[in-house]
T-cell receptor, first 109, second 115 residues
Framework: GQNIDQPTEMTATEGAIVQINCTYQ??????LFWYQQHAGEAPTFLSY??LDGLEEKGRFSSFLSRSKGYSYLLLKELQMKDSASYLC??????????WGAGTKLIIKP | GAVVSQHPSRVICKSGTSVKIECRSL??????MFWYRQFPKKSLMLMAT?????????EQGVEKDKFLINHASLTLSTLTVTSAHPEDSSFYIC???????????FGDGTRLSIL
């Protein structure tokens, strides 16, 4: 079957760095997406990886290893506003997104 | 960036009412639109996928006669919750994408409360 695994919750300190991991198993693979979702709001797109390696976008970076079925989202210089759920989603061979349950990130001052 | 507008943002109505939710892509043509449902502190649940000009594909367990989807143009899809009941109360979110390898961009969601 198809499956996405990511931690349920993580806690980090303001100004620090945090890495949110995601492993996936899908029928075919057409890329890995990360979204941010604040409580009570819709998700917003953060990143898309289809090739192995690290994609950097400001304070956020996303990494993909296709051979390992693994991705991570790296958040640097954490700010209080980064408190949110981070959703990992893999695109299968039918171009459908398989969603993880999300990782709730709590930032403490 | 890509903008998706969803309207209304909140609906409160009586049981038995039908509710229509609109989803528009404002600055791109959406070949595919998606409708999701999300319960508090739960993950997104895909309800259906719609392509412009064709019938929507519903996920298992989603009643197509209950949740009517129309994707009349490349910028507009609508979801109608027919004869809504309290158990239909939820956060409904649409998304749209310009192509298969493009990210889905989400509307702001519609919070539906059926009394």
């Amino acid at each position: 079957g198809q499956n996405i695994d990511q931690p349920t919750e993580m806690t980090a300190t303001e100004g620090a760095i945090v890495q949110i991991n995601c492993t996936y198993q899908t029928s075919g693979f057409n890329g890995l997406f990360w979204y941010q979702q604040h409580a009570g709001e819709a998700p917003t797109f953060l990143s898309y990886n289809v090739l192995d390696g690290l994609e950097e976008k400001g304070r956020f970076s996303s990494f993909l290893s296709r051979s390992k079925g693994y991705s991570y989202l790296l958040l640097k210089e954490l700010q209080m506003k980064d408190s949110a759920s981070y959703l990992c989603a893999a695109m299968d061979s039918n171009y459908q997104l398989i969603w993880g349950a999300g990782t709730k990130l709590i930032i403490k001052p | 960036g890509a903008v998706v507008s969803q309207h209304p943002s909140r609906v409160i109505c009586k049981s038995g009412t039908s509710v229509k939710i609109e989803c528009r892509s404002l600055d791109f043509q959406a070949t595919t639109m998606f409708w999701y449902r999300q319960f508090p502190k739960k993950s997104l649940m895909l309800m259906a996928t719609s392509n412009e000009g064709s019938k929507a594909t519903y996920e298992q367990g989603v009643e197509k006669d209950k949740f009517l989807i129309n994707h009349a143009s490349l910028t507009l899809s609508t979801l109608t919750v027919t004869s809504a009941h309290p158990e239909d109360s939820s956060f409904y979110i649409c998304s749209a994408r310009a192509g298969e390898y493009q990210p889905q961009h989400f509307g702001d969601g519609t919070r539906l409360s059926i009394l």
